[in-house]
């Protein structure tokens, strides 16, 4: 702005001195025109007196003072007959010069007895006047005298005219440049915050206001928006899944806490290519599926955990604009899936082996195909492998209340009275492999349901018994503090290798699964002592090494307050 006020300023000096130039040069020009005119009248009268006095002797007297004085005077006097010869000229003998009777000013002259005529000359940088009379004998005088036209007034007066010209140049350059700056400052100076405080030019009344009134507007916009802004922002922060918002050319806009955890960043990534927080091919081809098609998913591992991505294309106005990301944890629901697939197969599989046997062995009885001294081998047969489908089922059964969480009666349940009458059951199973069942510890109550409780100490304790060598032992202890009781059950058996550790309490899972089948193990023992420790808030804790033994403790902690938390 300034400097459009400055050349602005300077073009209208520069406008106005080019003015004042030609109204002066014109007025000037006009005026010493003026005087010419009226000088060479006035010796145009005299001269003719002169003549009608003394005739060419005044003429002639007149033209040798002017020599006299050191050269051609300023004007030209010419003496002419009625009939046009030159009878006399101050400049140039009458024998070289032409006929004047076709001069204008001389024809004019006889006819009205005084004319005046302007010639130019050929370069038009200069002109002549001519005022000429008629005398006594009918003879004419005629006076000229040359005339600088404008063009050679102005090209006599450029070197003074180009000096003011630079000097009202730079005058005006420095009263424009401080004008231009006298007329910003106040601009310049002003408090957009408070419009209405600043003492500016009147004219800015109107847009300041306007300013003051917009301020106001924007200002009510902003505290909705960072309202807003807030209350979203505490929303997602909140959200338990990860929520991604990014623009149409693949920009994070916004992050939340959960997002950040599933991807590994922090808030400062708003603004990046999510190339940056996430550059798998499959999350790249998911947000341009999303922008396309409108909508895409993808399920991928982050840290050991598994997420479903569903992505959704953002499109206020029938435009897309962007892509919205949800981080869905899916783990548990995954291991689920693949728990009940492998469940079921497990169970058809455990299933159809004592069918199969049961089955063979009936249709061999059915069609007589069985030696009589046999039946007695086919029919324990069919009532063992019955025996274990039943006991599988009644496993399988077991398993499903446990999964379905079902609410049963509490009660105080005395732990170490629950091992003893465990051991008291297996002690017949333990006299067959020989080996020695011990209980010992302090009486601890605990609010449960006490055939969960007790099937958990008979599993453990069977387990032992099933996997121990001859002539080992098992260990019974239980124990207590003030917010928690232990159950712990050692044993001298084969153990269980670091590697399959892990996996003991998995449904079905044997180390050794022809010693399993041979001990009529279900392989869903540690499942349910794992799903009935869970329901009772326990925490298990397994310590075993190949060819010393095992040790399994389970600890019930809170067992106060265990009936209302269960």
């Known amino acids: 702005m300034t400097r459009k006020i400055f050349r602005s300023t300077l073009m209208v000096a520069a406008a106005v001195l080019a003015a004042s130039l030609v109204i002066v040069l014109g007025c000037l020009y006009d005026y010493f025109g003026d005087v010419q005119e009226s000088q ?3 010796k145009l009268r005299l001269a003719a007196c002169g003549v009608e006095a ?49 001069r204008i000013e001389i024809r004019e002259a006889l006819l009205s007895g005084e004319s005046s005529s302007v010639r130019y000359s050929d370069t038009l940088t200069q002109r002549t006047l001519y005022y000429a009379c008629a005398l006594d004998g009918g003879t004419v005088l005629r006076v000229s005298a040359g005339q600088a036209t404008e063009l050679a007034l102005v090209l006599g007066m450029l070197q003074p005219i180009l ?40 004219e800015l009344t109107p847009l300041l206001r306007r300013v003051h009134q917009q301020r106001g507007q924007i200002s009510a916009q902003l505290r909705e928006l960072r309202a807003k802004t807030d209350e979203f922002e505490q929303i997602t922060s909140h959200m338990s899944e990860g929520l991604v918002v990014l623009d149409r050319e693949g920009a994070v806009l916004s992050v939340n806490p959960a997002a950040q955890a599933v991807f590994g960043v922090d808030r400062s990534c708003a603004g990046r290519s999510f190339l940056t927080v996430d550059p798998s091919p499959e999350m790249s081809r998911a947000v341009r599926a999303a922008l396309e098609e409108g909508r895409s998913s993808m399920r991928s591992q982050r840290g050991g955990r598994e997420y479903q991505f569903d992505l959704s294309r953002i499109q206020p106005e029938g ?53 009589p001294e046999d039946i007695p081998h086919f029919s324990s047969l069919i009532y063992r492998e019955t025996s274990r489908l039943v006991t599988l089922v009644d496993d399988i059964i077991h398993l499903s209340q446990l999964d379905e969480g079902a609410s ?10 629950i091992a003893e009458s465990a051991a008291s059951a297996l002690s017949g199973s333990a006299g067959k492999k020989r080996v020695r069942v011990s209980v010992s510890g302090e009486p601890v109550q605990i609010r449960g349901v006490g055939s969960f409780l007790y099937e958990m100490v008979y599993n453990l304790c069977d387990n032992a018994i099933k996997y121990n060598v001859e002539n080992g032992s098992v260990d019974i202890s239980v124990s207590g503090t003030a917010r928690e009781a232990v159950v712990t059950v050692k044993d001298t058996g084969i153990g269980i290798p670091p590697e399959y550790q892990s996996r003991v309490f998995e449904r079905f899972f044997r180390v050794d699964k022809s010693r399993s089948k041979a001990s009529g193990g279900t392989g869903l023992g540690l499942s349910i002592v794992k799903h009935i420790a869970q329901y009772h808030h326990g925490v298990i804790d397994l310590q075993s090494e190949p060819g010393k033994g095992t040790v399994i403790s389970v600890t019930l902690t809170d067992k106060k307050d265990a009936g209302d938390n269960l």
Request: glycine fraction near 8%.
């Open 163 to 202: 000096v003011i010209g630079i000097l009202a140049a730079a005058l005006s350059a420095v009263l424009a440049g401080r004008v231009a700056k006298r007329i910003v400052r106040p601009l310049n100076s002003l408090d957009l915050d408070h419009p209405l405080e600043n003492d500016a030019y009147e």
């Open 319 to 371: 435009t897309a604009v962007g892509v919205v990301l949800l981080a869905f944890d899916v783990t548990e629901r995954a291991c689920a899936e693949r728990s009940r697939r492998e469940f079921t197969a497990n169970v058809s599989h455990e299933l159809k082996t004592p069918l199969q046997s049961i089955l063979g062995s009936a249709e061999l009885l059915k069609n007589g195909l069985v030696k």
């Open 54 to 102: 003394s005739g060419q002797d005044y003429l002639e007297r007149l033209a040798s003072q002017d020599s006299r004085r050191g050269g051609s005077p300023d004007y030209r006097l010419t003496w002419v007959g009625s009939d046009g010869t030159v009878l006399f000229d101050t400049h140039v003998p009458v024998e070289e010069m032409e006929n004047h009777g076709s």
């Open 40 to 42: 060479l009248r006035d």
């Open 408 to 417: 049963l009666a509490q009660e105080p349940v005395n732990l170490l009275e």
